[in-house]
T-cell receptor, first 112, second 113 residues
Framework: QKEVEQNSGPLSVPEGAIASLNCTYSDRGSQSFFWYRQYSGKSPELIMSIYSNGDKEDGRFTAQLNKASQYVSLLIRDSQPSDSATYLCAVTADNYGQNFVFGPGTRLSVLP | KAGVTQTPRYLIKTRGQQVTLSCSPISGHRSVSWYQQTPGQGLQFLFEYFSETQRNKGNFPGRFSGRQFSNSRSEMNVSTLELGDSALYLC????????????FGQGTRLTVV
């Protein structure tokens, strides 16, 4: 059974701080990794994708991947109240297929 | 550029009925995946279609089926509805090639009574 684990939270950080979200996965053959943000009552919105070990930065977001440790993280710098949402980690072992295994999500609350 | 369009947005059905949901992907995208989201189970993969062929399938009973048309639009059908089928059904659109990203539609909220 392929599993993706995340701390459910809630993770509370003050406005302007760095939020750190973590995700571990069980399938060592996993190839592609994604972070989605989901506001309450809305559909998931893609934030970042990462495919190789190391860091990938996009604006205030940095994704980090360590395949040896089966670990992927998302850092949000200068957190804003509008970042308050559930963050979903998605993993797929198939480079072509979009058959994601999702983690349960981490609820982030950014306090003004 | 138009996003992923799912119709209808809301549905209420009675146990035992069947339902068909529709998803129109982003123009140029050939892969459509379907997911079920519930508070208890989270987001679970149903199946993926690419170029009118089912490419991947999750662990759902045969009551859940789908298809894809030549214009890449996809439909999902659930027969003999059960109360537990109440969920948000999401489709995701992607190019379906190596290392490509998937984008979700707004979802269809299905309530079975």
């Amino acid at each position: 059974q392929k599993e993706v684990e995340q701390n459910s939270g809630p993770l509370s950080v003050p406005e302007g701080a760095i939020a750190s979200l973590n995700c571990t996965y069980s399938d060592r053959g996993s190839q592609s990794f994604f972070w989605y943000r989901q506001y309450s009552g809305k559909s998931p919105e893609l934030i970042m994708s990462i495919y190789s070990n190391g860091d990938k930065e996009d604006g205030r977001f940095t994704a980090q991947l360590n395949k040896a440790s089966q670990y992927v993280s998302l850092l949000i710098r200068d957190s804003q109240p509008s970042d308050s949402a559930t963050y979903l980690c998605a993993v797929t072992a198939d480079n072509y297929g979009q058959n994601f295994v999702f983690g349960p999500g981490t609820r982030l609350s950014v306090l003004p | 550029k138009a996003g992923v369009t799912q119709t209808p947005r809301y549905l209420i059905k009675t146990r035992g009925q069947q339902v068909t949901l529709s998803c129109s992907p982003i123009s140029g995208h050939r892969s459509v995946s379907w997911y079920q989201q519930t508070p208890g189970q989270g987001l679970q993969f149903l199946f993926e279609y690419f170029s009118e062929t089912q490419r991947n399938k999750g662990n759902f009973p045969g009551r859940f089926s789908g298809r894809q048309f030549s214009n890449s639009r996809s439909e999902m059908n659930v027969s003999t509805l059960e109360l537990g089928d109440s969920a948000l059904y999401l489709c995701a659109s992607s190019k379906g090639t190596s290392n490509t990203e998937a984008f979700f539609g707004q979802g269809t909220r299905l309530t079975v009574v």
